[in-house]
């Protein structure tokens, strides 16, 4: 039978006594060993680094901004549609390779000489370091799947997608180029409304934009309107809302003047949802919402059956 053997170990009682007379200090106090000291330092804080995650406005979780880039802008939890710039949008409505854009370097002038807080020749320079846009609209002809096309996006982080005298400028053009060209037109619009910084020029720009439309119908061509987040006041009053199709993305609100504005105006108890695309679908305002991530085969379905009885359908699809 085995037996255990313990090998005592002498207990060292000098170092013992000085473990005891360390704790006793001064007055008679017993103060016990504080920590040892690791190395000096601030605090360590838990820090998100900035421009790596966002938060999502509707769901509150976390999103990785390179999953957000690669889904378009769109939420993967709730599907909520974060604004996407124009350049993301032509990329992911295109043909690679195929954008030809128009009047690229046309940039407003402060004709008024407007000065609020800041005066509008500043707000520009500092929307267009900002965007790297020189305005709020980019335009050009482009294919989209096999279809030739007069193609402009609004771009929210310009000042608004305000429309001035280059905004409507920009966009009689593109529908005048279609018209003259025998295109079909899309329009991606996002917008606060006329730029106020131009006063008349911009309110202007309603009508001038209407008329060029009425020309482009008059052909029989198609015009389709996509509405984004948000599209209200002068761009809906005029170009946005006068498609043959109002294609409208998840959630957006659109409309004409804002919620609380009405709401003082008429002294009435706005209805749930009130302005939202799916409020507005109900009620018959627009025709179709789409993901945007289906919206590109979508515009080419639709523009397929809409160029259908087109005399030079032929031409459009070379
Ligand atoms: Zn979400």
New binding site residues.
Partial sequence: MATLRFSKKPVDLEALEAAVAAATVGNGKIRLPGKPKLAPGRPKKREIPEGLWTK??????M?FDKELDENLKV??????HFPLGARERIHSLVETCTFEEMDADMTSVDVLNFTGAISYTAKLEENKKATGHKEAVITGICKIGPFKVALGVMDFGFLGGSMGSVVGEKITRLIERATEKGLPLVIVSTSGGARMYEGMFSLMQMAKTSAALAYHAKERLPYISVLTHPTTAGVMASYASLGDLLIAEPGAMIGFAGPRVIKDTTQAELPPGFQTAEFLLEHGLIDAIVHRKELKQRLIYYLDFMTAGLEHRAALVA
């Fill in positions: 999502c406005p509707k769901c509150s979780m999103v939420c993967p939890h709730c599907q909520y």
